[in-house]
Every structure is written in structure tokens, then in C-alpha cells.
């Protein structure tokens, strides 16, 4: 366990805006290789309300700092030293902060929107004290993890991230990759996770009570001990050995599809009858939260169909037509939807990861009547990593925030699609079609020449 009290001075040091000025101005010499430039040694300094939007602190010495209300959006502060800080109400949107030092830091209410802090450390350490004045607490050091109560890291990279006993009461995770991270005994009650990445998690002891997991990807993960009591776990994805434990018998689940197994055939029939008669005969599906895992339904109609939550990993959708139909939160994990009908289908936060969508039909649906707009393809923070998109048609569709790490996209048309927010890290884009694509924030795009 780290002690940042050691050496803690007695009172903090203010720090003027052309003496910090200075300090970065030497520091990026510094990282650049200039001789006898001097890093970033500004532990234990009062950088409240500072701007250090975009400035780059790589490696920089921020043990102990105050920070409060500081705007470090966009900001440089991987391998950085920030034992024991205190950035409560600083702005970090996309900051960089990846293998930083956090033990013991307070981040409380901070805004880490798109922040990377993979690999960071944040557990427990011994972190000194002080007043709104700047001096140092008689009370003595404090015992603390990372504290990101109230924090919003939204769309955050932790994965890998140590976090152990941190607290994280009220925080927003919605979308973060907390992959592999380390989060075992953390406060995470009422937490809001919606969609999170906690694959290979570690949750031991962990409480989430009251907390939000819908859509939650919760594979591999470690909840020995964890407390999931009233916790949201409609349409998240687990194993059913773990959906079994003891720890998640008061979760919340969702309801059991309205439709058993044996009566599949006849809503089929039934909702194949809907759509030939435009809505006039027969009745549309709704077979949200059915298990169709491993099924093959190669060419099957569901045009329009409620699929909400549904599972298909592992299912046979080549040629399938499922233009229209609702798939928001759905399982497609390892789906084969080759040359599939996807347009104007709602996948908002679907899980696709592995899917084979090579060839499939994913692009917006324009009425010809004027004054009309068109039907996008919604695939809106939806998991496509390692997905097979090769030659897709995706001409307006929605990928905002979707994860495409890994994917391959080789000769996918992608016109007129929304990128905004995307993770591409290792995806493949080969012959892609670009024309007039949104790219905003896209992180990691590597476009071929």
C-alpha cells in the first residue's frame, strides 16, 4: 500500500498561471529530450479552477495536487504520478490516463466522459489531508482507494484498471469497458452501468445493490461474495451457472418470454401472415427475451418483430429478413447474419461481438415522399468487437459510440454513417466507403491510404 503522506508539506503551494505556464512549457521540452529541461514537479500543489485543457503531463509528478473544478479535457496524464490527488469536479473528458497512478486519489464527481484509464492503479493508499485552506489536517493521513463517487465515466476505457474497495456510490459507468479490471469489495451501489464491459471482471465482494446493469456484459466475471440485491440485470449477459449463485438470487431479471419454446412455430406463422398482409392478418412477434441460441434459422421472416433482449448467440441468421424489428439489447454473440436484412432494425446496445455480418444489408431505409426522413439503421453503443463486417452495406447508419475494436470492415460502404464515438482500435477498413461519414471523436481510426 502507497503512503503519499510522507513528505506532505504543511500547507499547499498556489501556483500561479505563468509560473505553470512555465512548468509545461519545461515539461514538454522535457519529454521531447532536451537536456536539461525539468519535468513536471508539481506535487502537492493548489491547481484548483486551473486550464490544462489538452496540456500534456505524461509522466508528470502530481502527488498530492489539488484540482478541484480543473479543466483537464482531452489532457495527457499517462505513467502520471497522482497518489493521494484530489480532482473532485474536474473535467477530464477524454483524458488520457492510462497506467497513471490513482491510489488514493478522490475523483469524486469528476467528469471522465471518453476517458482512457486503462491499466491505471487505484487502490488503496495513505493520503494526507487538508483543509479548504490548504493545510495540513492535524487528523492525520486517511486510508483510502479511488473514490469516483458521483463521477460520470461515461463510455471510459478501465479495462485491466486496479480498483479494488474503490467508491464508486451514484457513479455512471454506462458503456465503460471495465474489462479485466479489478474491482473487488468496491461501493458500487446504485451505480449506473448500463451496458458496461465487465468481462473477466474482477467483482469479489463487491457491492452493486440498487445498481443499473442492463445490457451489462458480465462474462468471466469473479462475483464470489458480491451483493447484487435489487440490482438491474434485465438483458445482461451471463452464464447461466453464474445467473445461479446465490449472490445474484435478488438481482432483478427480466420476465420470461410470454412465448414457450414449443409454441415458436405458430408466432412465426403467425407474424409471417402480419407482414404479407401489411398488419391485416395474423399477429407480429413479440419475442423479446427468447432464447433462439443455436438455432438455425437461415432465411427466417422476422420483418417488424419484437426481439428486445433475445437471445441468437451462436444462431444461423444468413438471409434472414429482420429489417424493422427491434433488437435493442439483444445477444448476437457469434450469429451468423450473412446477407441478412438489417434495415432500419434497432440495435441499440445489441451484443455482436464475433458476429459474421459480411455482405448484410445494415443500411438506412428512405421513404421517396418528400419531407420524409429516413429509417436508420440504429446500431447506437452496440458491441461489435471482432465482428465480421466485410463488404457490408451500412449507407446512413447509426454507430455512434459502438464499439468496432478488432473489427473487419474491409470494403464495408459506410456513406453517410454516423461514427461519432466510435472505438476502432485495431479495426480493419480496408476499401471502406467513407464518403460523407461522421468521425467525431472516433478513437483509434486508422484509415487506410
Avoid at 501556483?15 to 519535468?39: C, W
Avoid at 479490471?181 to 461501493?187: F, I, K, R, T
Avoid at 445474484?248 to 431479471?253: D, E, R, S, V
Wanted: proline share 2%; with cysteine.
Amino acid at each position: 500500500m502507497g503512503d503519499f503522506s510522507r513528505g506532505a508539506p504543511a500547507h499547499l503551494t498556489k501556483v500561479s498561471a505563468e509560473k505553470l505556464r512555465d512548468v509545461l512549457r519545461e515539461h514538454e521540452a522535457h519529454l521531447a529530450g532536451k537536456a536539461d529541461a525539468q519535468p513536471a514537479a508539481l506535487a502537492f500543489t493548489d491547481l484548483s479552477d486551473a486550464d490544462l485543457t489538452g496540456v500534456n503531463l505524461t509522466l508528470a509528478d502530481l502527488t498530492g495536487a489539488r484540482l478541484h473544478r480543473a479543466r483537464l479535457d482531452g489532457a495527457r496524464l499517462s505513467m502520471s504520478k497522482c497518489g493521494g490527488s484530489d480532482f473532485r469536479n474536474a473535467s477530464l473528458g477524454g483524458a488520457d490516463l492510462r497506467w497513471a497512478d490513482l491510489r488514493g486519489a478522490c475523483l469524486r464527481a469528476a467528469g471522465l466522459n471518453d476517458a482512457n484509464m486503462a491499466e491505471s492503479n487505484g487502490a488503496e493508499a495513505l493520503a494526507p489531508v487538508y483543509d479548504a485552506d490548504g493545510r495540513l489536517s492535524d487528523s492525520g493521513p486517511t486510508k483510502r482507494a479511488i473514490d469516483l463517487s458521483g463521477a460520470s465515466a461515461q463510455r471510459a476505457d478501465l479495462s485491466g484498471a486496479q480498483l479494488p474497495k474503490a467508491f464508486a456510490l451514484h457513479a455512471d459507468f454506462a458503456d465503460a469497458n471495465l474489462g479485466d479490471s479489478n474491482l473487488s469489495g468496491a461501493d458500487l451501489r446504485k451505480a449506473q452501468m448500463t451496458s458496461a464491459r465487465l468481462e473477466g471482471a474482477d467483482l469479489k465482494g463487491s457491492d452493486f445493490s440498487g445498481a443499473t446493469l442492463t445490457g451489462a456484459s458480465l462474462s468471466g466475471a469473479l462475483v464470489e461474495g458480491a451483493n447484487f440485491a435489487g440490482a438491474d440485470l434485465r438483458g445482461a449477459i451471463l452464464e447461466a451457472e453464474m445467473r445461479a449463485r446465490p449472490e445474484l438470487a435478488a438481482a432483478i431479471f427480466a420476465a420470461a418470454s410470454r412465448h414457450a419454446p414449443e409454441d415458436l412455430s405458430e408466432v412465426l406463422r403467425l407474424h409471417d401472415l402480419w407482414v404479407h398482409s401489411e398488419g391485416r392478418q395474423g399477429q407480429r412477434a413479440d419475442l423479446s427475451d427468447f432464447d433462439f441460441s443455436g438455432r438455425d434459422l437461415h432465411g427466417i421472416n422476422l420483418m417488424g418483430a419484437l426481439l428486445e433482449r433475445a437471445c441468437f448467440a451462436r444462431t444461423r441468421l444468413a438471409n434472414a429478413n429482420l429489417a424493422l424489428a427491434r433488437l435493442n439489447f439483444a445477444d448476437l454473440r457469434g450469429a451468423e447474419l450473412t446477407k441478412a436484412n438489417l434495415r432500419g432494425a434497432s440495435l441499440s446496445r445489441a451484443t455482436l461481438d464475433a458476429a459474421d455480418l459480411s455482405h448484410a444489408n445494415l443500411a438506412a431505409i428512405k421513404d421517396d415522399a418528400p419531407n420524409t426522413r429516413a429509417a436508420r439503421t440504429n446500431l447506437g453503443a452496440a458491441k461489435l468487437k471482432k465482428a465480421n463486417l466485410a463488404n457490408a452495406n451500412l449507407t446512413g447508419a447509426s454507430l455512434v459510440a459502438a464499439d468496432l475494436r478488432d473489427a473487419d470492415l474491409r470494403q464495408a460502404n459506410l456513406t453517410g454513417a454516423d461514427l461519432t464515438d466510435g472505438r476502432f482500435e485495431g479495426a480493419n477498413l480496408l476499401g471502406a466507403q467513407l464518403e460523407g461519414a461522421r468521425l467525431d471523436r472516433a478513437r483509434d481510426l486508422l484509415l487506410p491510404n
